[in-house]
């Protein structure tokens, strides 16, 4: 853990020097490697300290946390009990013994992002955090989770720095030689998505493949390709955060971008000027956790924690409280911004 949190704090002084060449367009390739580079642990202020990986609450429904930070929300259940593990995980290794060591990317309502409490605390919120402690207790494992730009994800998983992913991850070849996958918990789909004022620009996805046109998408998501691949005469920024191209969207410096369907319309609620022009093919089953490659037994454990939350149907309520907590108040963007 001591490494991630050393290559986090150097990347949050690298992001801040980044941070005004962020919407600066360049190769694909290049930007991407930048930003990896950047990939930063952003911890909000009020939250746990830079050093420190953020905690997610446990589901209403269980145990609080008790190592929460002194700044966060006050504990209501710090006496409650950890729930018996369901499943024998003897058998699974772990880069720390005893907890489940988990990267997220929080700018990808209603999958993951900073939900703000009622006392103004931002916590981790999202389907992808609820599923992601489910599967913990499921294994009898502590969660902890690293908040952290998405392309980072990829890196810190590849690199085997951490056990596990969740941050919405499509399922691709390319991923497949890096890390392995759990089962599909989620359908995805793909939205080109502008802004009103803009809408008459864009008939169809065709209309977007122009040089005066700025489109963006995620730096190392599937989406980046979807841009090149739709629109390669344009002007493609790929951008850390996907609430970092919401802001571009909003504030007419973009004109369009490739976007998860079900993010799309997350956002959307918080900004109703937002338009969803069209549906963008994609060959992909859909969303599931990204799994350090060749900890076999980890996919098993992963697997039956999933299918259990699936079938009982807690994963759907999951989905739902997600959504109606992505309506309320939450972070947009970079919280040391
Ligand atoms: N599903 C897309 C992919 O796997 C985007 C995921 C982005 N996730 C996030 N938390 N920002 O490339």
């Known amino acids: 853990m001591k490494k991630i949190l050393a290559i986090a704090l150097a990347a949050v002084m690298a992001a801040s020097l980044a941070a005004c060449s962020s919407s600066s367009s360049a190769p694909a390739a290049t930007t991407a490697a930048a930003a ?6 952003e911890a909000p202020k009020t939250e746990a300290p830079a050093t420190e990986a953020a905690k997610t609450e446990a589901p209403a429904t269980e145990a609080a946390k008790t190592e929460a930070p002194a700044t966060e929300a006050p504990k209501t259940e710090a006496s409650a009990e950890k729930p018996a593990a369901k499943y024998d995980s003897s058998k699974i290794t772990t880069i720390t013994p005893g907890k489940l060591t988990l990267a997220t990317s929080p700018d990808f309502a209603p999958y993951e992002f900073y ?18 402690q489910y599967i913990a207790d499921y294994l009898g494992l ?5 908040p952290m730009d998405f392309d980072g994800t990829i890196m810190e998983l590849t690199q085997k720095n951490v056990d596990m992913s969740m941050a919405g991850y499509s399922i691709t070849e390319e991923r497949k030689e890096v890390m392995d996958f759990s089962i599909v918990y989620y359908g995805g789909a793909q939205s080109f998505v502008t802004v009103e004022s803009k809408k008459d620009l864009f008939p169809d996805l065709a209309a977007a493949n122009k040089a005066d046109l700025t489109i963006g998408a995620q730096v190392g998501s599937i989406q980046a390709g979807l841009a090149h691949d739709n ?8 951008m850390a955060k996907v609430t970092d191209l919401i802001a571009e969207l909003v504030t007419g410096k973009m ?6 369907t079900a993010v799309a319309e997350s956002y959307q609620k918080n900004y109703p000027e937002l338009h969803i022009v069209c549906d963008v093919p994609f060959d992909s089953e859909g969303s599931a956790a990204g799994i350090s490659k060749g900890n076999e037994e980890l996919v098993k454990g992963v697997n039956a924690a999933i299918e259990e939350c699936i079938s009982s149907g807690q994963f759907d309520q999951f989905v739902e409280e997600a959504k109606a907590l992505a309506e309320g108040e939450i972070i947009e963007g970079l919280i040391e911004e």
């Open 36 to 41: 990896t580079t950047a990939a930063a642990t």
């Open 115 to 132: 939900a703000i409490d009622k006392d103004g605390t931002p916590h981790l919120a999202g389907f992808d955090m609820s599923l992601a």
């Open 142 to 146: 502590e969660l902890e989770v690293i």
């Open 231 to 238: 629109c390669p005469d344009a002007d493609i920024i790929e």
């Open 255 to 260: 004109d369009g971008a490739f976007i998860e």
